[in-house]
DNA sequence: CCAAATTGCTTTAAGCCTAAAATGTTTTCC
DNA sequence: GGAAAACATTTTAGGCTTAAAGCAATTTGG
């Protein structure tokens, strides 16, 4: 009898015997763990070292590697976040005097947002830093590791979207 | 003479040369990708099937583990969150009926939690549901990339505690 | 051309989160 | 016993985050 079920699940597809999906679950939280302890820890360091949160540094960080700006649908596209979060963000950054923003000439819905010197200054001076503090969270893997590490985490962000873009459609 | 220096630097360890740790910031940043991919799933769906947040369902996770409750410092450490954010979230838990608070009989400083009846029972389909999710979206994952991952994943977390322990000794 | 849909952004309301200071309790140690 | 240290929790002030609703500008498709 045993025998029988199983095989009627295996084959049609069309009973759902209850799974064991322990070892995933426990996978997604040994993830999480990992990455919530080096992400507190950069948090802290941040703001011990240089006064300044970790969102905003993901922000500043964005616009380094864009020298003609970015407009904030970009920013929260590439930051994951929502819209309304990056406005806040912004808002203060551009308060502080390390981001400027301006209207598109060509669409005066889009905002587009650059580094100002002194923020380009000040985020140089801290990624400097911050590579060496993640250099440093992971000195005890080899590049064996690493390459290995890089290779599974792009398959599971792979199947994790597929997932993901199966349920909303 | 680049043989030279590079030797100096390998043998005394005293100059510090630019090195290069692009590889270890390119790792971070898709762990985090990946997480923060799986984490605004989740918290999705969560909120869309149960109209729970996620740190709701985590800290009911924790507390389904502990039949005869948890200290909120027990909490605290366990979701590596602060103790004031514990507080607030308990407070609403309690508030809508999934948990009962109270204070230790031995120690008037400590307030143990658990959950109630309706807490539990809630827990307990949403945390079902939960785990078919998370399946789903490790999916394209063989048991042998699950595995290796765990395996990379106990030595990152390792790696990384050990950087945090050292600089706050 | 113009109504409808889309797009980019902001606002709102609610909740999450942290670090640091404050409060009350218990333990330590002289 | 009693002061000092340690502990558990709460409070405070500020910032982050989201979903959803709202507003203005642009694009689309008759």
Redesign the interface.
Known sequence: MGDCTEMLDSETKAVELP?D?A??????L????????????VRG?LRQRFDVTLPRFDLMAQLDKAPDGMTLSDVSKRM?VSNGNVTGLVERLVESGHLDRRTSETDRRVQVIRLTKLGRAEFRRMAAEH??W????????T?K??R???R?????????????AS?RS
Request: charged residues 35%.
């Open positions: 799974e999906h070892e995933e679950l426990r996978l997604w040994r993830l999480l763990t990992c990455t919530n302890l080096i992400e507190g820890e360091r994951m590579e060496t993640i250099a440093d969270l992971f000195a005890d893997l590049p590791d690493v290995e590490l890089m599974l985490l792009a398959k599971t962000k792979a199947s994790a979207q597929k997932s993901a349920r």
